[in-house]
């Protein structure tokens, strides 16, 4: 889909860029000519993704943070820019999440939901913003959220308070900060079967229900979404802010819709349903 120096010049960092959709979003960055920045709090999995990304021929750093603590992440994007050169675009991918009823959430859990994904995605933007806008260098910034931003959803109400703050973000500074040349656009994503998300969100006896939910009958392939951010970090999109895609099979518009539960059935039966409810012609 794209060309192999899609990328070329690009210097991309990617928050929770050890595993995951941020693991795939690095290692595709890098196969397209960007170097990669990728920090998150555990060292292990940072270097494997920098030393694949090296193993084959392209050039990565990494570097410990925590996204909650703004001086730890200013340390850290000091410490890759001096690897790989200035930043050009950031990806907010860090997130912590897990399914509670919240009559029974702390005030500390609910704290370090927030602390991470609205925080976090703060002090990493801003940590960015301010030195595009000292340099007087472009800059992009995407973040990945989740379609609840806007339906919000029973049981990860920390969650999506701060999926909904993220999103509210993209789309104010999309505008403050496009003087500057800097564009911000989001992803929300449907189910995507990695490690961190399905062993905290999905039970397993509740996969094949979840799989349902999805019109496309499948989950997102983490190489689909690395593809969809290519897009959002590169020139393509040069007008394109304060956007967020959806890239989910289908899953939310199935979950709103009055009459989807037609599609659960074979063709033949709703038809024939449909049939016996037309009043016959005269
Ligand atoms: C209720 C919980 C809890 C749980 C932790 N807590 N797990 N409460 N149910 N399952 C409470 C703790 O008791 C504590 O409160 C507070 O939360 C903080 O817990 P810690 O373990 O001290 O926090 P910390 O070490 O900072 O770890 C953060 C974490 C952890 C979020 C709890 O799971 C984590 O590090 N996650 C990172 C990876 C991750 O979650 N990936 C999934 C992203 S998927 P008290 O009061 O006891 O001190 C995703 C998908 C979205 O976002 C969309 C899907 C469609
Ligand atoms: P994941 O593998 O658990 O990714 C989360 C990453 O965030 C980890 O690398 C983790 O690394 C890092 N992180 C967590 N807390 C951090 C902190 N305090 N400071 C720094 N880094 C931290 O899960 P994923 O599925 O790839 O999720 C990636 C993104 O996609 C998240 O924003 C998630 O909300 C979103 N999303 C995923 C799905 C899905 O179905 N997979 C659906 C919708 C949205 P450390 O633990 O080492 O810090």
């Known amino acids: 889909m794209f060309r192999h120096d899609a990328l070329q010049g690009e210097v991309i960092v990617i928050s929770g860029g050890g595993t995951g959709l941020g693991r795939a979003m690095a290692e595709r960055f890098a196969a397209l000519g960007a170097r990669v920045g990728v920090f998150g709090r555990r060292e292990a999995p940072l270097q494997e993704v920098v030393g694949a990304i090296q193993g084959a021929g392209s050039h990565a750093a990494w570097a410990t943070a925590d996204v909650r603590d703004a001086d730890q992440i200013k340390a850290a994007i000091d410490s890759l820019e001096r690897q790989l050169g200035p930043a050009t675009g950031l990806v907010n991918n860090a997130a912590g999440n897990f399914l509670a009823t919240t009559e029974d959430l702390s005030p500390n859990a609910f704290d370090a939901i927030v602390r991470i994904v609205l925080h976090g995605s703060f002090h990493c933007t801003r940590d960015l913003g301010r ?118 099979g289908g899953e939310h518009l199935k979950a709103g819709q009055e009459f989807a539960r037609f599609v659960d059935l074979p063709r033949d039966v709703v038809k024939g349903m449909m049939a016996a409810l037309r009043p016959a012609r005269s």
């Open 131 to 248: 030195r595009w806008i000292a340099r007087g260098t472009p800059g992009k910034v995407l973040s990945i959220v989740t379609t609840y931003a806007w339906t919000g959803s029973a049981f990860v109400v920390p969650s999506a308070c701060a999926k909904a703050g993220v999103l509210a973000m993209t789309k104010s500074l999309a505008v403050e900060w496009a003087t500057y040349g800097i564009r911000l656009n989001a992803i929300a994503p449907g189910p995507f079967p990695t490690e961190g998300a399905f062993s905290k969100l999905m039970p397993k006896e509740l996969e094949e229900d979840a799989l349902r939910q999805v019109p496309l009958g499948r989950f997102g392939d983490p190489a689909e979404l690395a593809d969809l951010a290519v897009y959002l970090l590169g020139p393509a999109s040069a007008y394109m802010t304060g956007e967020c895609v959806v890239l989910d």
